[in-house]
């Protein structure tokens, strides 16, 4: 089955603007994450959403923000983007039964420079 | 708040050998995950513990979910150029809670 789609999967802005994201989970996947890689900061984790409702968040701004449709895919946004928002933004879905909620299928990433 | 910790940062072996990393936390973790990434390429789960002592293979890879629940480490026997990769730990407290990620251990196999 398909597996978990970014888009887009390169991008470049200038300080100030803003960028939107868009994640698709793979098929009856109803949970999708979201983490920003950066090479000094690692994987961290921004913040989860599963049946269009956030049900975890991360330590960033409140300039990072998320939402979830019906069908799943998601989108996060980041506003008045700064120099140090360059990073590659991952999106994982999971099953999210009580069983197996830590195991998340990445996408390939969304690489986003901030000039 | 909750920290993940990896050793080493880096490797750089022949072609044949094992290798070990581990990874700690000051907190406990209730399940621990290892992942890989190629690059280009998001990670790619490998191995889930969900039980303290529990030692779990796939393939030449073998885990351990650490008596304490403070830690957990990863062997690779045999090692071929494609284990070339980060390695990441991975630690979640409980069932729903957020999936927090370790600095990775870069692995760099020499035919």
């Known amino acids: 089955k398909a597996g978990v789609t970014q888009t887009p999967r390169y991008l470049i802005k200038t300080r100030g603007q803003q960028v939107t994201l868009s994640c698709s989970p793979i098929?009856?996947?109803?949970?999708v994450s979201w983490y920003q890689q950066t090479p000094g900061q690692g994987l961290q984790f921004l913040f989860e959403?599963?049946?269009?409702?956030?049900?975890n968040k991360g330590n960033f701004p409140g300039r990072f923000s998320g939402r979830q449709f019906s069908n799943s895919r998601s989108e996060m946004n980041v506003s008045t983007l700064e120099l140090g928002d360059s990073a590659l933004y991952l999106c994982a879905s999971s099953h999210r039964t009580v069983a197996n909620t830590g195991e998340l299928f990445f996408g390939e990433g969304s690489r986003l420079t901030v000039l | 708040g909750q920290q993940l910790n990896q050793s080493p940062q880096s490797m750089f072996i022949q072609e044949g050998e094992d290798v070990s990393m581990n990874c700690t936390s000051s907190?406990?973790?209730?399940?621990w995950l290892w992942y890989k990434q190629e690059p280009g390429e998001g990670p790619v789960l490998l191995i889930a513990l969900y039980k303290a002592g529990e030692l779990t293979s796939n393939g030449r890879l073998t885990a351990q979910f650490g008596i304490t629940r403070k830690d957990s480490f990863l062997n690779i026997s045999a090692s071929i150029p494609s284990d070339v990769g980060i390695y990441f730990c991975a630690g979640q407290l409980f069932p729903y809670d957020k999936v927090i990620f370790g600095p990775g251990t870069s692995l760099s196999v020499i035919p």
């Open positions: 098929s009856g996947h109803r949970s």
């Open positions: 907190s406990i973790f209730n399940t």
């Open positions: 959403y599963f049946s269009e409702t956030q049900r």
